[in-house]
């Protein structure tokens, strides 16, 4: 499975998030790929190894990608859209953040989300976006 990883900037509220994370995902068959601004900001400003792994970096997303994980909250779930695009790529966010509307995944509960995913124990919950213009 090809995954792409999206969060902000690293902050220490990830931080705990990004490491249950890349442990559970290493342990998979995947291809785990962060998006470019985010795996600089973890490598920049935290003490995470994420360099070892040997991890990719993207700038943009294609049709390769099974699944987007966004770390952070609601917000970041919508900016990691502008990614997604119309590539029907599913989304599925850990919530590092406050609300956890869209972002469902409590920090504790990443292993055991990433171990059902990865079994297809999963639904996909359809979203519409709308797009305005000015005449």
Sequence with gaps: M????????FNERSEAAIKTLIES????????????????SIVAESDIDITSFGFQTFDSLDRSYQLLISIGGDGTILRAITYVKDLEIPIVGINTGRLGFLATIPINNIESA???IFQGQYRISERSLLSLTDR
Aim: aromatic share 12%.
């Design 114 to 116: 990433m171990n059902r």
């Design 2 to 9: 090809k995954i792409a990883v999206y969060g902000p900037a």
């Design 25 to 40: 995902l290493t342990n998979k068959t995947s291809e785990v790929v962060f998006e470019k601004n985010f795996h600089t």
